[in-house]
């Protein structure tokens, strides 16, 4: 399968084309919308919710971007969709990737991002799987979890899937992955299980090899996040066939 090619033809905006200063935060329907009115395509993030739903949210807890506590994964969908995003000017509540998906309704490429906590759990993987059957507009699904990209290979060939990867997996969010794992992922030692349509590696680890053979002996187009300044955005355009952005207009 070869990828979209509106997968490298304009910068994809990061969450929406969010702008927390003027109201619109990330992943809500009106950074959607302000990406929409200037034409560029959306990266967005789905958790799972505790009746196996998918909803549009990057965290894996409510703290940052509600004013709830708590895990997203702990409450249902019906709740979730009724809890206001602190700091929007539009009113907006968490969505649902299906009512997401019928706002969107094709004006705008999406690239969805399946969130994971890498401990086998396919819920969510499933959900959005199914979710996307009824949706015709342009679309790609990517995941840091190798495990995600293999199951997107077997059980729903026709979609275009990516991994999302980097180099030190040093953040917060990592520190429960094993050295072994690390090592997997940043050298794409699960390619012959995932087989990727596309890669998205951190801006800031390239160039390096798993990119850059990726492109030269596996003409795998590379698109890189996220990038918020005139170095990093250099360092995209020489190194990788795209870039998420955030934070400017490209």
Known sequence: MSTPSWLVAKPIAHRGLHDKANGIIENTISAAEAAIARG??????VQLTADNE?????DFELDRLTGETGLVIERNLSV???VGISGTMGGD?????KDYLAVIAGRTPLVIEIKSKFNGDMRLTKRVIEVLK????PFVVKSFDPDIVAYLRQHAPNITRGFIGELEYASKSDSFL????KHRMANL????ETQPHFLSWRVKDLPCA???LSRLLGNLPVMTWTVRNPEDRAKAEKHADQMVFEGFLP
Not at 54 to 58: D, G, L, T
Not at 134 to 137: C, L, P, Q, T
Not at 178 to 181: I, R
């Open 40 to 45: 560029f395509p959306i990266e967005l993030d």
């Open 178 to 181: 094993a050295p072994e794992q």
């Open 93 to 97: 509540k968490i969505p649902s990737l």
């Open 80 to 82: 979730l969709t009724g």
């Open 189 to 192: 030692l699960h390619f012959e």
């Open 210 to 212: 798993s990119t850059y």
């Open 54 to 58: 998918a909803i549009v949210f990057h």
């Open 134 to 137: 009824d949706y015709s507009g």
